[in-house]
């Protein structure tokens, strides 16, 4: 892998390595809300959007970027 490259120069705004509690701890949450309306609508019961109970912007990852130039230097290594 010594010559393995990015394919595409997209960087993710961040100062964490990976969102990976941040999706965990909202999945978690996702769940218990909707076993809570599954149990009170009964057979009404019809699943939410999941976007209704989630914000992105309030994971440790804050967006990505397009770096343009960022080809031909070595940020670019894996």
């Not at 599954?38 to 440790?60: K, V």
């Amino acid at each position: 892998m010594s010559r393995s490259r990015k394919k595409t120069p997209i960087f993710g705004h961040t100062t964490c390595t990976s969102e990976a509690t941040d999706k965990a701890t909202w999945h978690r949450r996702y769940r218990a809300i909707e076993r809570v309306r599954r149990r009170a609508e009964g057979e009404d019961y019809t699943a939410h959007s999941h976007r209704e109970n989630s914000n992105a912007a309030t994971f440790a990852k804050d967006g990505k970027h397009y770096w343009a130039t960022a080809i031909s230097t070595p940020h670019m290594r894996k």
